[in-house]
Nanobody, 128 residues
């Protein structure tokens, strides 16, 4: 399984941006997918997750109500819709997958080191 993010770039504060995470080498149907982000000098933090069938999602408090996550398993793609972007959202965004289901009540506690597959990351810059 390989993951590749796209859709990042420059966005103005208050505007929207959609990131994509496309899988190759395997289908996505059975995999929970999480989004992470990492700003310079900061630790990687989790942003959101979605279960394999799309029925379960979880969010970091910092993005709840502003970001949306969805998936199209036929297209092998998971999306992160970022709305009302702020300067604090500027970071490199990664999608990741861990073989065991992770997008449940314990998602915030799943160690990042347990994720097996990562994309290369996609930069989001917030500036007016």
């Amino acid at each position: 399984l390989q993951l590749a993010e796209s859709g990042g770039g420059l966005v103005e504060p208050g505007k929207s941006l959609r990131l994509s995470c496309r899988a190759s080498g395997a289908t996505l149907d059975h995999y929970d997918i999480s989004w992470f982000r990492q700003a310079p000098g900061k630790e990687r933090e989790r942003v959101a997750c979605i279960s394999g069938n799309g029925g379960t999602t979880n969010w970091a408090e910092s993005v709840k109500g502003r970001f949306a996550i969805s998936r199209d398993n036929a297209e092998r793609t998971v999306y992160l819709q970022m709305n009302n972007v702020t300067a604090e959202d500027a970071a490199k965004y990664f999608c990741a997958e861990e073989m065991a289901p992770t997008c449940g009540p314990n998602w915030p506690k799943v160690p990042i080191r347990e994720y097996d597959y990562w994309g290369q990351g996609n930069q989001v810059t917030v500036s007016s």
